[in-house]
């Protein structure tokens, strides 16, 4: 039943896919068994005086999140259609509500995230910060390496700007400014970043800046990265950020007041649904992005690591996979996502899509690659009386 199943889903209309040859995983993060101790420091981790290089971090047996979790490979539930063909060493497709794994591909594998660790500390400034707090910017924040936003000495700024813009436009000053209020400095907020990382059982991640610049011992999964995404969307100030397009920034000094403008083009391109997202990227990473989206009930997110823009654009593979989550009517779960800690809040954070993005239930405009929305609950009996009688039908054509 299960292959008659799978044999009628994959000649439904929308449904046919070519799964991708996954790409060569980098020197140290070959995974045998879906995972590996982690990225090797390299020069662009250049160790302090005194500080060696951090031990491997222990590999799960079995491994977190179920069986399945454990590939190298791709990997889709039961009975389940290929994903589409997407060019990256890692993904994840998950519900964002039922924490169900729909489709990934080396799951596990231990990758430098870039940006997308900025989402570990959003979830710490949103839980632990006041947004209404002003702080003021020091040179030691203009001076962070990569993408700043733009904060200088002397500058005020609300938590909740500094906050908007390191998730909107992933300024490696913001983060910086947020990890020294977060506990008073950037060695303190990083311990915290990981003991929360473990108490979330992300155990594939260890955090070396709050920013994501590569730093020695950094890792994570593209499976870490939807778990703690999917815990920090709960957090309504997380939950808005990545959510907004754009928002106005103080200047400081001479410098004028100027707009900031969110990176993720899911949103900036009207992605149907669009609800939140982050972007990355180092020399060492290459590119990651997180993009999640809200159709029909349901909220998704997929996580893309170690990708390339060309020739088609993250933005555009982490839609492709979106598509294919939304299009499926039932499907059974490769693995489960790891949750907050018992007691943690588990309520749903409703965001409303900005005009342009809004859930196709609302009437919102169709999504920029032309998927539409379906429903997730089409019984499985009715599915199964269908495949059956497919069956029955191919059996005595056989039979003639």
């Not at 170690?306 to 593979?317: A, C, D, K, N, S």
Request: proline fraction near 9%; glycine fraction near 12%.
């Amino acid at each position: 039943m299960t292959v008659l199943l799978a044999l009628l889903l994959c000649a439904l209309p929308g449904f046919a896919a070519t799964a991708a040859a996954a790409p060569a995983l980098p020197a140290g993060a070959e995974c045998p068994d879906g995972t590996a101790p982690g990225p090797p420091v390299d020069e662009s981790e250049a160790l302090r005086p005194g500080q060696t290089e951090p031990p491997a971090l222990p590999v799960p047996d079995p491994p977190v999140g179920g069986p399945a979790m454990g590939t190298c490979g791709d990997v889709v539930g039961e009975g389940t259609p290929a994903a589409p063909a997407v060019g990256v060493v890692s993904y994840v497709l998950a519900d964002l509500d039922t924490g169900a794994v729909i489709a990934a591909r080396n799951p596990h594998a231990r990758l430098r995230p870039a940006s997308l660790m900025k989402t570990l500390t959003g979830l710490l400034v949103a839980r632990r910060l006041p947004m209404d707090e002003t702080i003021t910017g020091t040179q030691e924040d203009a001076d962070q390496e990569g993408t700043r936003v733009g904060i200088g000495p002397g500058g005020q700024y609300t938590i909740r700007q500094v906050f908007d813009s390191m998730l909107m436009a992933s300024g490696n000053d913001a983060a910086h400014a947020l990890a020294v209020r977060l506990t008073g400095s950037v060695p303190a907020t990083v311990d915290l970043m990981n003991t929360t990382a473990h108490d979330l059982g992300a155990l594939d991640t260890r955090a070396a800046t709050p920013s994501g610049l590569d730093g020695p011992g950094m890792s994570t999964s593209a499976y870490d990265l939807a778990s703690i995404f999917r815990v920090a969307m709960r957090e309504q100030a997380f939950a808005q950020a990545t959510s907004t397009t754009r928002i106005p920034f103080p200047g400081y000094g001479a410098n004028p007041p100027f707009e900031v403008v969110n990176d993720n083009k899911l949103l900036t391109s009207g992605y149907q649904g669009y609800i939140g997202g982050k972007t990355g990227f180092t020399d060492d990473a290459r590119h990651t992005f997180i993009g999640a989206a809200q159709r029909g009930g349901h909220r998704l997110v997929a996580v893309l690591m170690r990708g390339e823009q060309r020739p088609t654009p993250m933005y555009e593979q982490a839609a492709a996979l979106l598509d294919y989550g939304f299009a499926l009517t039932d499907r059974r779960p490769a693995g489960t996502l790891t949750d907050a800690p018992a007691g943690g809040d588990d309520a749903q954070v409703s965001v409303t899509p900005e005009p342009g993005t809004g859930d196709s239930s609302d009437g919102g405009p169709a999504s920029s690659s032309g998927a539409t929305s379906s429903s997730w609950g089409t019984p499985l009996l009715i599915v199964a009386i269908v495949a059956a009688a497919g069956g029955l039908v191919a059996l005595r054509a056989a039979r003639r």
